[in-house]
């Protein structure tokens, strides 16, 4: 799938199948998150890919609006150093994921994390250094359904562009 091809076609899905997904596709998810931009090239990011059921359990229970990663077979907690840039950098990086995920037929959700009160007991469970802040919980699984993989309505182009001025 080209890239203008995925960004069309993501979507948050939160039901999947029951099928693992292989450590080598995992490993290039994470690779584009580290190919995300970052301020002054810092790269802050620190990434955790969690696949053991009972834990993904159990960040489903602490996350508000993510009870469905119990169902998951994966999840990606992008964690960044306490830098300047670090929400802004730990975005783009989650946003190389979800992108990555759905060219390669995976099925990907957002859950917030910066800010939430759920972030210390999810770093503590994680076992995280103070120093570095949840910016971002991603599930991941095989999509339930194979039509979960299509274009979302959107406004259209003429009705946000603008030239020069507002």
């Not at 799938?1 to 080598?24: C, T």
């Not at 150093?81 to 979800?98: M, R």
């Amino acid at each position: 799938m080209d890239m203008m091809e995925a960004i069309k076609l993501r979507r948050s899905i939160r039901e999947y199948k029951n099928k693992p997904i292989p450590k080598e596709i995992l490993e290039k998810i994470v690779d584009a998150a580290r190919h995300a931009p970052t301020a002054k090239n810092i790269q802050p990011w620190e990434f955790i890919v969690i696949t053991q059921s009972e834990t993904l359990k159990k960040i489903g229970e602490l996350a508000q609006n993510g009870r469905f990663l119990a169902q998951a077979k994966a999840c990606i907690a992008v964690y960044c150093s306490d830098t300047k840039y670090y929400l802004e950098d730990g975005c783009a990086a989650t946003e190389n994921i979800l992108l990555a995920a759905t060219a390669l037929g995976i099925g990907s959700c957002w859950i917030a994390g910066d800010k939430k009160p759920y972030c210390t007991q999810i770093s503590s469970l994680l076992n995280v250094p103070p120093t570095y802040k949840l910016v971002s919980l991603i599930s991941l699984g095989y999509p339930e359904s194979e039509k979960e993989f299509r274009a979302a309505d959107k406004k259209s182009l003429t009705s946000l562009i603008h030239r020069e001025t507002f």
